[in-house]
């Protein structure tokens, strides 16, 4: 389970599907027992003590007004599609449930930045530009040939790495039917790696909750 302050206050914590339950108890066991408001984004959670939890319906899952149900469609498999983008790579894949059943990485070299300046710093930089234009594209056509087909069987489709690059990759009209499927979530993902691109299918099916303790007046 990992915690970070959250913007506006409180923080977030992600936690498995297979922990929501026991989460769920201990924040009852510390708080006192909260009462349940089914909200657009998931569950609110208010303790006695005024401490609140919201728990937010992960990627893909349907959203339901109680908690044993969303317990339940927390933990239930789905099928989820990956898109991980980042300078000049690129993972996709398809994962269900937790296990990842197709995947691939896509590696071009882009040049880093240079400190020199002139004549040469603007060649230099029209040249990283286009090799970042080619690593975009080749990014684009793996999605169309690996998540296309895969679509109409996604529950969601979940993005990472730099935004940009992952918006100029959907932006291809072929690919409308996953950027249809697009999850408002966006991994935290380094350079894509197959490595990483596992490890993003438990950060793609984490529950989101944002914390906040009862005030200490």
Known sequence: MS??????GGRWVEVAPARVARWVAGFADRHGPPTTTALGYGLLLT?????????????GAPRVPDLPGFVGVAAAPRRIGLLLARKGAVAVGVAVG????????????????????GWSQQRFARRRDNQARAALGDATE???RLLLPEASTLTTLVCGGDRRAVDTVLADRRLAPLAALRAERLLDVPEPRHAVLVGAVAAARA????????DPS
């Open 3 to 8: 915690s970070r302050p959250a913007a506006g």
């Open 98 to 117: 937790e296990e990842l059943t197709v995947s691939k990485v896509d590696t071009r070299y882009v040049q880093g930045r240079t400190a020199a300046g």
């Open 207 to 214: 529950v989101h909750i944002r914390v906040r303790d009862p």
């Open 142 to 144: 793996l999605a169309v």
């Open 47 to 59: 303790a006695p003590d005024g401490a609140m939890a919201e728990l937010h319906t992960p990627p």
